[in-house]
């Protein structure tokens, strides 16, 4: 055999192995989503307070800042169409949040211990978490959209629901990588509030209520460094004016910031919990 | 004075010392714990920190009540402390459902005091900590820029409206907790306290809210007892919307206070 075929052999083994290994990898982030799923349809109970919490916000606020709608300035003809994409970036929210107090949970209760010692990598740990969120975000979203639509918010087009969509899925990935930067640090579900809390902020303090123009005292001045300002403005496109590359990039980029950010930082706590 | 009469002032004395005693061990127990405390003030200060730059317009749109030299945020610090006090007296609640799920209450009841001074020493604790979140917010409100129109005589009817209004609160809390036995059946009214004051003038003056909201704040008591707490602070004092507040505190406190009667003889019977 002339060195040029053991070199090829040798390429085949290694991506072979290579190539088995990232499968096992896939099949143990998918059991990991797998068990996440299980407890939705096990406990559906669970998953209430997070599809409350932010359809009881949408219409409550709706009902009481709908007025505003009247000021000069303010772009959209309703209320609900403005505000839906920040009800449904709450959820997803609230579920990544979620996320982290059920990883604090298994944490406390020793679950944890046992995912770390077993062979999978930490990132597929920190994956299955993840993935997880975004499928799970998916059941706010679509109450919020039930409730939205029977209240009259403006049928965004297919290309402006996907593209909500996709931002609630990566809102979740953002939210539930926090949640686990935080349940690893604290270990403990005591932990939630901050989980919840630091979302709620971050969503909360955009031009959640009015157009950036509109805003006053301090958010006005920090909403348009809000990331997530970006990200609400770019899944509100569809609901309010139309979809737009010009809209949507900025969101994106945030997006990607923010995972750019947390993920690192959960794996980190996490290669730290195990250590 | 009668053997009679003399027998009841001793039991009353007696009663006082229980309801400050648990009153005591409640206001310590909250302070311990953070993630009691902290609901109640980092929720609405948050969403009074947002709204009020958020929305802070809202007071050129035709309709909204004259404000004079008072911004936004001014309207919207009672709100901030009733919902604070509605927090209070949902954590009150829990705090309860935690003790009759570790049987502490159960050794109350078999202890030789009067039952109702369980549930009193358990709002007197909630009203102390809306004391608590009313000074908070006042202080808050002071850094900010918030000035109260009625003075020192505003700052004291305030004072005294809002723990009276997380006793209120806090009665309902308590009923419930008295009724289930459950935290977590507590804790899942939470979002029900979003529902209750986002049915009211809590954030937005009545005539501006939209139906079918416009016409539950007209009915609901929350209104009136936010619309008070927020009567001296922006404007000179109006005795009708004092009275009324006054009025709606009573008609909550008369419903909990019932609940929790209740409640107490179900769950004493049931022993």
């Not at chain 1, 901050?194 to 969503?203: D, E, S, T, Y």
């Not at chain 1, 157009?211 to 006005?220: A, D, I």
Request: charged share 10%; glycine share 10%; hydrophobic share 55%.
């Amino acid at each position: 055999m002339d060195s040029e075929t053991m070199t090829k052999n040798l390429a085949n083994e290694v991506a072979k192995d290579v190539g088995n290994d990232l499968a096992k990898d896939l099949a143990m982030v998918a059991a990991l989503v797998r068990r996440s799923a299980n407890e939705l349809l096990r406990v559906p109970g669970a998953a209430i307070p997070g599809v409350m919490a932010p359809t009881i916000f949408f219409v409550g606020l709706t009902a009481v800042f709908g007025s505003l709608t009247q000021l000069d300035g303010f772009h959209a003809d309703n209320y609900q169409s403005f505000l839906i994409p920040v009800s449904l970036l709450q959820g997803a929210g609230f579920t990544g949040a979620a996320a982290g107090v059920n990883l604090a949970r298994d944490i406390e209760a020793g679950m944890f211990d046992r995912l770390l010692a077993s062979p999978a990598p930490r990132w597929v740990l920190l994956a299955g978490i993840i993935l997880a969120s975004c499928l799970r975000a998916m059941v706010p979203a679509t109450m919020l959209l039930g409730v939205g639509f029977a209240i009259g918010v403006h049928w965004p087009g297919i290309g402006g629901l996907l593209l909500a969509i996709g931002m609630i899925a990566a809102m979740a990935s953002v939210a539930s990588s926090w949640g686990a930067l935080i349940a690893l640090h604290f270990k403990t579900q005591s932990a939630a509030p901050l989980m919840q809390a630091g979302m709620l902020a971050l969503i909360l303090t955009t031009s959640a209520y009015a157009p950036r123009e509109l805003l006053t005292g301090w958010l006005h001045g920090w909403a348009p460094i809000n990331p997530a300002t970006h990200i609400v403005e770019a899944a509100r496109q569809g609901f309010t004016e139309g979809v737009s590359w010009g809209g949507t990039w900025p969101g994106l980029v945030a997006l990607a910031g923010l995972l750019a950010l947390l993920v690192p930082l959960a794996l980190r706590e996490m290669r730290r919990t195990g250590a | 004075m009668s053997r009679d009469l003399r027998e009841r002032c001793r039991r009353t004395v007696q009663a006082a010392r229980v309801v400050s005693a648990l009153g005591q061990r409640s206001v310590r127990q909250t302070f311990r714990r953070p993630q009691l405390m902290a609901p109640l003030l980092v929720f609405p200060s948050l969403l009074l920190a947002i709204q009020s730059s958020g929305a802070g317009r809202a007071p050129t749109l035709q309709g909204f009540p004259e404000l004079g030299s008072h911004t936004f945020f001014d309207f919207l610090l009672a709100g901030a402390m009733v919902q604070s006090t509605l927090l209070a007296g949902n954590t009150g609640g829990i705090a309860l459902a935690v003790d009759i799920e570790m049987g502490f209450t159960d050794r109350l009841l078999a202890a030789p005091i009067p039952r109702f001074t369980i549930v009193l020493g358990r709002l007197a604790a909630t009203a102390a900590l809306g004391l608590v979140t009313a000074v908070y917010f006042l202080i808050v409100g002071y850094i900010f820029g918030a000035r109260i129109e009625e003075g020192i005589l505003g700052i004291m009817a305030m004072l005294a409206i809002v723990p009276l209004s997380a006793l209120s609160f806090g009665s309902i809390g308590a009923a419930i907790a008295l009724r289930s036995g459950s935290a977590s059946v507590v804790q899942g009214m939470f979002p029900l306290v979003f529902v209750i004051l986002f049915l009211s003038s809590a954030f937005f003056p009545r005539g501006l809210l939209l139906e079918p909201a416009q016409t539950v704040a007209e009915y609901n008591p929350l209104s009136w007892v936010v619309e008070a707490v927020r009567d001296p602070s922006i404007s000179a004092f109006s005795g009708d919307l004092i009275a009324k507040g006054f009025g709606g505190l009573a008609l909550i406190g008369a419903v909990g206070i019932g609940m929790c009667a209740l409640a107490m003889r179900r769950r004493a019977g049931a022993n």
